[in-house]
């Protein structure tokens, strides 16, 4: 009897071995785990630029002129132009300020905070559009000039991005956050705001003074800290 009780318990011993090999085999892998490089957002540096209205295009460049593109910027849609401009303020003037297409409704001169001193004009950051009570500034191209009444801004700081990387990135439309930099002159600034629509592409925008400061290039990745 002993002899059939140690076969039983060899059996039982086998069947388990290999059910518990089986159950090892059939455990799944997990899909869910995020990489860092998931949060990562790539950086893009803007230098002082002008968005045209088409009245003003006109005035600058002679009736019915149409801008020249040269190359195609990283938003859907936008692209830099051949065609350049001076601006003047009380002070100073800049010379070979790059238009950015394609026209808008209202003429917009985006510059960068050392440029206010150089011009002779105060201006604060704001969104781009958010033009009311902004400063104005005297626009020069190669067949007249045009005197704004407003629209001189510093662009604050922001990121593109679709809804669906603002659900992923834990972020909704018009929330202001800071963004984090890595490296030898990274660091964190503040009042970054998230602009999300479904005709953006992932992007953090800064001028060439913030990156500057942060040691930023063109390969550089930002992370969002809420």
Not at 63 to 77: A, E, M, N, R
Not at 202 to 209: K, Q, S, V
């Amino acid at each position: 009897m002993g002899q059939y009780e140690n076969v039983l318990q060899l059996l039982m011993e086998a069947l388990q071995s290999n059910q518990s090999a089986t159950e090892v085999k059939e455990v799944p892998k997990t899909t869910s785990a995020r990489t860092e490089d998931t949060f990562d957002i790539p950086v893009g540096v803007s230098n002082r630029h002008i968005h045209l209205s088409k009245a003003d295009l006109y005035s600058l460049f002679g009736d019915w002129y149409q801008l020249k593109k040269t190359k195609d910027l990283s938003q859907p849609g936008q692209y830099a132009c051949n065609e350049t401009v001076t601006i003047c303020g009380p002070k100073g003037a800049i010379e070979k300020v790059r238009i950015l297409g394609p026209l808008r409704d209202q003429t917009q001169v985006e510059i960068l905070e050392g440029d206010t001193f150089k011009l002779g004009i105060a201006t604060q950051p704001r969104m781009s559009g958010q033009l009311k009570g902004s400063p104005g500034i005297t626009i020069i191209g190669s067949k007249g000039s045009v005197q704004l009444t407003e629209g001189l801004i510093i662009a604050q700081r922001h990121i593109h991005m679709t809804p669906a990387d603002s659900e992923r990135l834990g972020v909704r439309d018009k929330q202001i956050v800071s963004i984090e930099f890595n490296g030898p002159r990274g660091g964190i600034l503040n009042n970054v705001a998230i602009r999300a629509n479904a005709t953006s592409a992932l992007e953090c925008h800064i001028d060439t003074e913030e990156a500057n400061a942060m040691g930023a290039k063109s390969s550089t990745k930002v992370k969002i800290i809420k």
